[in-house]
């Protein structure tokens, strides 16, 4: 099975799925941006990548409107070098359109992210040879007046439902990119790895989230990162800084 096919039925499992309060939509990128995401997995996803770097789910500035984990528009625009149409989706939230690569706000978690990728490997054709990057989970969620709701902030059915089709999603692709090393980029990603991949010969590590809604990561994301990576041996040697 392929990671498109793997992506692919993830899609369609999620598409099944109803949120209530406090969700009023529930973007699904997969759908509307899943061209982008398509390029994204067919240029940069392949077996055997060292470590897997797992964030949560899409911001709605970011995945929410290109279809790229933490794709904040400028990185997939000019680093990644992915282009495409983005559709509008059959519900949108008044206060989060979805403008997709014309989007003009940048989410501050993809700047930090795919920033120090470019700083630190140079192209993005370097990086992937060394990292992928995924989410747990492709849905963005939305409040009414417009806020980011994360996963653990749904009601316990709705919840426990989504943690079996990602979690079951993770395992498919760990399985498929066969990496030696998942490291959630945060505490839940971290939490929901460890639950998904019982069992599989992967080691498990987390780094500190970029948002900006963490004053950690706001004090120096970046140096934070470089640490905690070269702790867990996921820099290649003659990309350590001193």
Known sequence: MSALAIVERLRKRLDKLEFGAPVTVAYQPLDYAGALTRQYLQRFAHPNVPTLLLGMNPGPFGMAQT???????????EFLKLSGTVQRPTKEHAKRPILGLECSRSEVSGRRLWGWAERRFGSAAEFFEHFF????????FLGASGANLTPDRLPKSEREELEVQCDRSLREMVEWLRPTLVVGVGGFAHKRALAAL????????????????????????????????QDLGALPEDRRRP
């Open 198 to 229: 019982t069992g599989l010969a992967v080691r498990h590590g987390t780094i500190l989230h970029p948002s900006p809604a963490s004053p950690a990561a706001n004090r120096g994301w970046e140096s934070t990162i470089e640490r905690q990576l």
């Open 67 to 77: 279809g790229i984990p933490f794709g904040e528009v400028r990185a997939v625009k």
């Open 133 to 140: 990057v995924w989410n747990w989970c492709p849905l963005a």
